[in-house]
């Protein structure tokens, strides 16, 4: 006999993309799981780089850490998953990505009821389809559409991801990186393909400081040494962030007054975070992959470019005009609208 969705309380997993800024995205998942279901638990599967932002995810119970390697299926390791997976009980898998690998593990577990959009080769592997994936206009539609139930119309607005960090974590790294309390923007400018990366960072540090505002430049190892030129144009009022825990990133966003983030893992996370956030757009489309934040804008260039967006990692045409007409003085004006209008909001 089925159980009634309002008395159930067996576990779910959910199998999200493990890169930063769809693993946060996939929150919304977790939100409307719980708004359908509020007494079953909810896991989360993720890599040892995604982990931290787990610990800052209301209604997650746990996350299951499990590092499978890219490049090859790694039977072994897929099996201990699955003895993992069965041990712990899970009657309910949401598998996010279309992918035959990421289907296994709860397959072999016996996990009874495999939700996943048709992929690849995943015949068997998957025990409950969900079709017209591609009538679906946006990336959060694709994930959060999974789990509604069977034929149910898409809502007009999905429950956006949230990202909850305590007031007392954010002061104590304040205290630990020697922060003072004045307002803060955090850059951000890093991202995965060359083609997201705005090239005026420097510039933009520069003009943020001359107007008093503290600038930290947030990031992995690989901005490092991006991280050293904007601090050397910028002055002593920039500091460099960067550093090789994800948990630093999250508090620098929560901490900042305003972020201004290429298309971005880090661009999500702050949104998530309920920070005021611009997200700098070129060849990617803000229709698809805009910050989910009431508080974000959006940011393109004035310039006519015919090829934006490519959606390409690599600019192979036009010479990167979508991100390079793109105004450092541009990107500071629109910093300073934004903490103004932040700053109205907490006077009322």
């Not at 991202?191 to 510039?203: I, N, Q």
């Not at 001359?210 to 990031?219: D, F, M, P, S």
């Not at 036009?318 to 934004?338: K, L, S, T």
Request: charge should be positive.
């Amino acid at each position: 006999m089925e159980v009634p969705e309002s008395v159930d309380t067996s576990p779910i997993l959910v199998i999200p993309y493990m890169w930063i800024g769809d693993f946060v995205r996939g929150h919304s998942v977790v939100r409307v799981l719980k708004q359908r279901w509020p007494n079953r638990p909810v896991d989360v599967l993720t890599t040892s780089l995604c982990a931290p932002l787990v610990d800052y995810m209301p209604g997650v119970r746990a996350g299951i850490v499990w590092d499978l390697p890219r490049s090859r299926l790694a039977l072994a390791k897929q099996w201990g998953l699955a003895t993992l997976l069965k041990a712990n009980g899970y009657r309910t898998a949401l598998i996010l990505p279309r992918t035959w690998k990421s289907a296994l593990a709860p397959a072999l577990a016996g996990i009874p009821e495999r939700v996943g959009f048709v992929g690849e080769f995943r015949f068997g592997l998957l025990n409950r389809w969900r079709w017209g994936e591609k009538a679906l206009p946006r990336f959060i539609d694709k994930l959060a559409a999974l789990a509604l139930p069977d034929g149910a119309p898409l809502p007009p607005a999905w429950p956006v991801p949230e990202l909850r960090v305590p007031a007392e974590a954010i002061g104590r790294w304040r205290q630990a990186n020697g922060l003072g309390g004045g307002t803060a923007v955090a850059l951000a400018p890093g991202s995965v393909g060359p083609a997201k990366r705005w090239t005026h960072y420097p510039g933009a540090a520069r003009l943020l400081a001359q107007k008093g505002l503290e600038v930290w430049v947030v990031g992995g190892p690989g901005e490092k040494a991006l991280a050293q030129e904007i601090v050397a144009s910028g002055g002593a009022g920039v500091r460099d962030l960067t550093g090789t825990d994800l948990r630093n990133g999250v508090l620098a966003m929560a901490a900042a007054q305003v972020a201004i983030s290429n298309d971005s893992g880090l661009m999500h996370v702050a949104a998530a975070l309920g920070t005021p956030t611009m997200g700098i757009f070129g060849p990617t489309s803000p229709y698809l992959w805009a910050p989910l934040n009431g508080l974000a804008a959006t940011v393109q260039t004035k310039t006519h470019v015919p090829c934006q967006p490519c959606q390409r990692p690599v600019c192979r045409i036009n010479d990167h005009r979508c991100m390079r007409d793109i105004p450092a003085a541009d990107v500071a004006e629109i910093a300073a609208r934004v903490l103004a209008e932040a700053a109205a909001r907490a006077a009322h």
